[in-house]
Nanobody, 126 residues
Framework: EVQVVESGGGLVQAGGSLRLSCAAS????????IGWFRKVPGKEREGVSC????????YYADSVKGRFTISSDNAKNTVYLQMNSLKPEDTAVYSC???????????????????WGQGTQVTVSS
């Protein structure tokens, strides 16, 4: 059974940093992509970043480029999202999701991801 579980959310002041983790199981890690998405009430779920785990290609939304970094530790089947220079508008529930459809990764298309975690709250205070 494919499972992904997020951890690492919390409350941080603007300008601060947080690192989210996504622990994955139930599939051949190198064959998948894992994306990070965020959801604010009343808005569409937004793709934040994605990594194809075989070649570790990475993709970012314009809103987070230069501030967020996605990486993977394939030995631990874990993907990380390092978030620096956080802004109040980054406040959201962040979820990771896994997909064997690597083509979904570059466009951060949430519809291409079928396995989702429960999410972790990130709150950035001003």
């Amino acid at each position: 059974e494919v499972q992904v579980v997020e951890s690492g959310g919390g409350l941080v002041q603007a300008g601060g940093s947080l690192r989210l983790s996504c622990a994955a199981s139930g599939f051949t890690f190198d064959d998948y992509a894992i994306g990070w998405f965020r959801k604010v009430p009343g808005k569409e779920r937004e793709g934040v970043s994605c990594i194809t785990l075989g070649d570790r290609s990475t993709y970012y939304a314009d809103s987070v480029k230069g501030r967020f970094t996605i990486s993977s530790d394939n030995a631990k089947n874990t993907v990380y999202l390092q978030m620096n220079s956080l802004k109040p508008e980054d406040t959201a529930v962040y979820s990771c999701a896994a997909s064997p459809l690597l083509v979904a990764c570059p466009s951060l298309n949430r519809h291409g991801f079928g396995y989702w975690g429960q999410g972790t709250q990130v709150t950035v205070s001003s």
